[in-house]
T-cell receptor, first 112, second 114 residues
Framework: QQQVKQSPQSLIVQKGGISIINCAYENTAFDYFPWYQQFPGKGPALLIAIRPDVSEKKEGRFTISFNKSAKQFSLHIMDSQPGDSATYFC???????????FGTGTRLKVLA | GAGVSQSPSNKVTEKGKDVELRCDPI?????LYWYRQSLGQGLEFLIYFQGNSAPDKSGLPSDRFSAERTGGSVSTLTIQRTQQEDSAVYLC????????????FGPGTRLLVL
């Protein structure tokens, strides 16, 4: 019940296309859902995050869509660029706790 | 410092040796976390600190792993009698608050046990 399932494991997108990464969870107590971006040799960096009181959050080309009833959330990268090529992790946590539960990651490659 | 720093950036050691990994959190961050990232895998939670206390050590893989934090700042993760399966990237993160605080990650220490 603590797991966060992430898919796909890898993704190849043409420049200018839309990249979509999906995550699903079971624990309905989760109330904070961040996405992290990790470049090779670097630590993960927070990209965007959402709480379940909204269904969508947009920051620039990055959008999180949240479906509370389905217990799913997804990251959409619009107008994908080669510089977006990285590994993306979704995560979830519960109010009053300290622990992030991470998905297994999606390796995104955007072709020039 | 502007961000979380970790040292060394890379460590190669022989099986059976002890290693110490260091983390300097963002100044003022009271919470500190250690994660392990094996090749191609997600992030595995190891331990967290609130101040100098580590209330939950259940994520540590074995009793060969220990961690401490002094002065509410620097933390050291020690792995005794290293094994080849300990090879991984060890990531440290810190947050301003234990609850609801965004975690900021360091660049990690890449450990290779031969």
């Amino acid at each position: 019940q603590q797991q966060v399932k992430q898919s796909p494991q890898s993704l190849i997108v043409q420049k200018g296309g839309i990249s979509i990464i999906n995550c699903a969870y079971e624990n309905t107590a989760f109330d904070y859902f961040p996405w992290y971006q990790q470049f090779p040799g670097k630590g993960p960096a927070l990209l965007i995050a959402i709480r379940p009181d909204v269904s969508e959050k947009k920051e620039g080309r990055f959008t999180i869509s949240f479906n509370k009833s389905a217990k799913q959330f997804s990251l959409h990268i619009m107008d994908s660029q080669p510089g977006d090529s990285a590994t993306y992790f979704c995560a979830a946590s519960t109010a009053g706790t300290y622990k992030y539960i991470f998905g297994t990651g999606t390796r995104l490659k955007v072709l020039a | 410092g502007a961000g979380v720093s970790q040292s060394p950036s890379n460590k190669v050691t022989e099986k059976g040796k002890d290693v110490e990994l260091r983390c300097d959190p963002i100044s003022g961050h009271t919470a500190l976390y250690w994660y392990r990232q094996s090749l191609g895998q997600g992030l595995e939670f190891l331990i967290y600190f609130q101040g100098n206390s580590a209330p939950d050590k259940s994520g540590l893989p074995s009793d060969r792993f220990s961690a401490e934090r002094t002065g509410g700042s620097v933390s050291t993760l020690t792995i005794q009698r290293t094994q080849q399966e300990d090879s991984a990237v060890y990531l440290c993160a810190s947050s301003l608050a234990l609850v609801g605080g965004t975690q900021y990650f360091g660049p990690g220490t890449r450990l290779l046990v031969l």
